[in-house]
């Protein structure tokens, strides 16, 4: 992936107690919940499996502790769990918190399952998943999530494009030219408003202009937009609103016309840790006007956190879905839906995904000259969130994982250009490094790029009476002999 990044002079002011905007839902008066004390402390983190020691920022809040978080919050909850917001923005003006993460404090919180079955680690930097343990086969606790150990890493230029980890947004995967119309319409080509959105991937090029923030050096590149532009919310720092011994939460104000995008949006995500080794993402997002949502967590995966191999070959997949989005060959789709019979991208019987990547060479299935995965399929089950839609097991390790969420889609990346980064201490580090095919991003998600193609028949505009939705559980266990 080629992205470009651009850095803008904000103007900063005082804090202050009130959101102005179009829509009442936004003037709210969010004093009694901003975080009342930071205080940096260094503490002996000591999983099962081996000890560490990190610095952490630990967030104190006069928000109510509590050990159990709901899986479907409330709206009025949504807001209380929301931060005020350390900088003040106002229509036309560029008053607004810290966007991107050059230069930024890294505040990290532990958690851990009740039962003590899995632990992980997060960041404000993208409310990103850096570190996730889960029990092999032989109750040895793994780090399961490819990333830095380094976590100033997580800052830099370069980390804002390798997406390790973190939250993906305002709108995920790609848009066709940047481009798009409300109401929707086939390539932007409709009589709606058009928006332009920073474009940040594949050689062309746009001129931005100044609608929110005067910027003072800029170089974007692009002939369509990925995961919400150059300073997506993968890059932000987010606000911790929340914390508890299993559980955290993270919000994130995006502000209007920011990267393109129309309306400003109020976006919560809640992670927590359940027993047996559960994990319960939620993600809530609230606009003041009609704006396109899709987001989504873009964590790269080794089930055997590089123990017994360095290739998907021992990793095991299956799920129902009869059909993919068809893409050109920069992976930007067509609009069409296309059958998966006949195809390697059949995974309706379990399979090895490493053992099947050769075979997308001759149709070069990720893009022109990709070898490997980087597709969406539609679930053949739409209805049932209950139950798992997805499965991905290492018959090296041991370890399963099943996925239930109320997405239409996936989104399945085998690594195909990832950098020669070197790899965390305990996933075979510091003299190996990350390479093509060794690791895999799971993205559960609407249709890709659905905002231009409306024969997709799904709904993608959010606003102050629609609020967006994204809900999904990944239960880890054991294989059983």
Not at 23 to 28: A, G
Not at 221 to 229: A, F, P, S
Not at 453 to 481: A, C, H, M
Request: hydrophobic share 35%; with cysteine; net charge negative.
């Amino acid at each position: 992936m080629i992205s470009s990044r651009f850095v803008g002079r904000m103007m900063l002011i005082q804090k202050s107690k009130y959101i102005p905007s179009r829509n009442s839902n936004f003037q709210r008066h969010l004093a009694g919940t901003h975080l009342v004390d930071h205080k940096i402390a260094r503490n002996w983190v000591s999983w099962p499996s081996r000890e560490q020691y990190v610095n952490i920022v630990y967030i104190g809040s006069q928000l109510p502790r509590v050990h159990v978080f709901s899986p479907i919050m409330k709206l009025q909850h949504f807001y209380r769990l929301l931060l005020p917001f350390t900088y003040h923005f106002a229509f036309g003006a560029a008053y607004m918190q810290k966007r991107n993460a050059a230069g930024a404090t890294i505040q990290a919180v532990n958690i851990s399952s009740p039962d003590g079955s899995a632990h992980a680690r997060f960041i404000n930097i993208g409310a990103a998943v850096v570190n996730f343990w889960v029990k092999d086969k032989n109750g040895t606790f793994r780090d399961l999530i490819i990333g830095f150990d380094n976590l100033t890493e997580y800052t830099t230029e370069a980390a804002a494009t390798d997406y390790f980890g973190p939250i993906v947004g305002r709108y995920a995967n790609r848009i066709r030219n940047g481009t798009f119309t409300i109401p929707v319409s086939k390539d932007a080509s409709g009589p709606g408003t058009k928006y332009q959105i920073i474009e940040n991937e594949n050689n062309g090029t746009f001129d931005i202009f100044r609608r929110i923030v005067e910027l003072d050096e800029f170089s974007l590149i692009g002939t369509d937009t990925l995961h919400g532009g150059s300073d997506g919310f993968n890059s932000r720092v987010w606000n911790i609103s929340q914390t508890a011994d299993n559980g955290v939460s993270f919000s994130l104000l995006d502000p209007d016309g920011y990267q393109g995008f129309p309306g400003n949006v109020l976006t919560t995500i809640t992670y927590t840790l359940k027993n047996e080794s559960t994990w319960d993402i939620s993600m809530h997002a609230l606009a003041d006007q009609e704006t396109p949502i899709m987001l989504s967590g873009h964590h790269y995966w080794n089930l055997e956190a590089y123990v017994e191999t360095d290739n998907l070959s021992g990793h095991w997949v299956q799920f129902n879905s009869s059909k993919y989005v068809a893409t050109d060959g920069l992976l930007i789709p067509t609009g069409e839906l296309t059958s998966v019979e006949g195809t390697p991208l059949d995974f309706n019987v379990a399979k090895s995904i490493g053992d099947s990547i050769n075979a997308t060479a001759e149709a070069q299935y990720c893009g022109t000259g990709c070898i490997g995965f980087d597709n969406c399929w539609i679930y053949d089950q739409q209805q049932d969130s209950t139950k798992p839609k997805f499965s991905i097991w290492s018959v090296n390790s041991g370890i399963k994982l099943e996925v239930t969420t109320n997405q239409p889609a996936l989104q399945l990346y085998t690594c195909n250009g990832i950098a020669n980064i070197p790899r965390k201490v305990d996933q075979g580090g510091i003299n190996a490094n990350y390479t093509d095919h060794s690791c895999l991003v799971i993205e559960q998600e609407d249709y890709i790029d659905g905002i231009n193609n409306p024969e997709f028949d799904v709904n993608q505009i959010y606003g102050p009476e629609r609020p967006y939705v994204w809900e999904s559980s990944y239960r880890f266990s054991v294989l059983q002999d």
